[in-house]
Nanobody, 125 residues
Framework: HVQLVESGGGSVQAGGSLRLTCTAS????????MGWFRQAPGQEREGVAV???????DYSDSVKGRFTISQDNAKATVYLQMNSLKVEDTAMYYC????????????????????WGQGTQVTVS
């Protein structure tokens, strides 16, 4: 049974920082990419940052230079360090993982991912 559990969300003032953590368990062989997506009310889920072994890291243009994704394979954990937060970063943040390879053009596309966490709220005011 695959499970992704997020933590670290909260409320912060603009310019502040938060660190999100996603811990994975129960993955089948062939897991490829993990990453973070976010969804604000009334908006579609959008890719924020993804990481994959032998492929590298992708960020959405809106967070480049402010957010950093990292992975601890030994702990099956992915982190998202968010700095210089803006009001427009307010959203529910979801951890995601894929069972196989994702084409470069789809790495920040939500439908490319098979597994999802329950989400953690980030509010910037």
């Amino acid at each position: 049974h695959v499970q992704l559990v997020e933590s670290g969300g909260g409320s912060v003032q603009a310019g502040g920082s938060l660190r999100l953590t996603c811990t994975a368990s129960g993955f089948p062989p062939g897991l490829h990419s993990m990453g973070w997506f976010r969804q604000a009310p009334g908006q579609e889920r959008e890719g924020v940052a993804v990481i994959a072994p032998d492929v590298g890291i992708d960020y959405s243009d809106s967070v480049k230079g402010r957010f950093t994704i990292s992975q601890d394979n030994a702990k099956a954990t992915v982190y998202l360090q968010m700095n210089s937060l803006k009001v427009e970063d307010t959203a529910m943040y979801y951890c995601a993982a894929s069972r196989g390879y994702i084409a470069t053009s789809r790495r920040l596309v939500a439908t490319a991912y098979n597994y999802w966490g329950q989400g953690t709220q980030v509010t910037v005011s």
